[in-house]
């Protein structure tokens, strides 16, 4: 069984908010609400639940910009649900801070596994360097030692380019979280390098090639149409 996590849930709709609180604490979790920003907002600074799930049409803050206040000082994970499902909408809320985006309706069960690996967003750490490491798969699965900089797929080990282990750093460090194109693109080239999207694409097929057993139905770095990458957390 899971853990029992402490959910803030800021919903406007009453009969939404109603259903999930309902689903949620049926499964063992505690779980809080809001009906606005503002009295989201206190709860988060009151409480600190582990998880915050968002709507982003709110009544007196749009959703994005609770975001945006909440990353100037909490990491937080934030779950946006909104009926907005445009790809736009999506990449806006996942570059203000969002760490995931569900677009309603959507199931229960499907929250649940993105809240979980909300959670798990904090990668485990080598006990000797602090630094993430990653493992997905199994014993022939992918392992991602960044402090060492290994990288082995099947018991293999891999060679990366420097461009290559920046791109997989970043993926590992956010393991489980949709990244955009305009983050990953901030992280491994800087600022101004937004618009070279080609960038990535590029860097994203040779990793592939390297790490996936079949690049063309990737099973690890997982594509979000439209939005950006993910780096899948439990396979």
Known sequence: MAPV?????????AEIRRALIRALVGL????????TAMSGLQAIMDNRPDCVILDLGLPDIDGVEVTRRLREWTAIPIIVVSARGKEQDKVVALDAGADD???????????????????????????ETGDPVFEVGGPNGLHVDLSRRQITVDGRSVH??????????????NQGRVLTHRQ???????????????????????????????????RYLLTEPGVGYRLVSEA
């Open 5 to 13: 996590a402490d959910l803030l849930l800021v919903e406007d709709d």
């Open 28 to 35: 063992g979790h505690v779980v809080s609400s809001a009906a």
């Open 101 to 127: 985006y569900l677009t309603k309706p959507f199931g229960v069960g499907e929250l649940l596994a993105r809240v979980r690996v909300a959670l798990r967003h904090r990668a485990v750490a080598n006990p």
């Open 160 to 173: 990366l380019t420097p461009n290559e282990f920046k791109i997989l750093s970043v993926l590992v460090k």
């Open 184 to 218: 990953l693109l901030h992280e491994v080239w800087g600022p101004g390098s937004g618009g070279e999207t080609h960038y990535l694409r590029v860097y994203m097929n040779q990793l592939r090639q390297k790490l996936e057993a079949d690049a063309a139905r990737p």
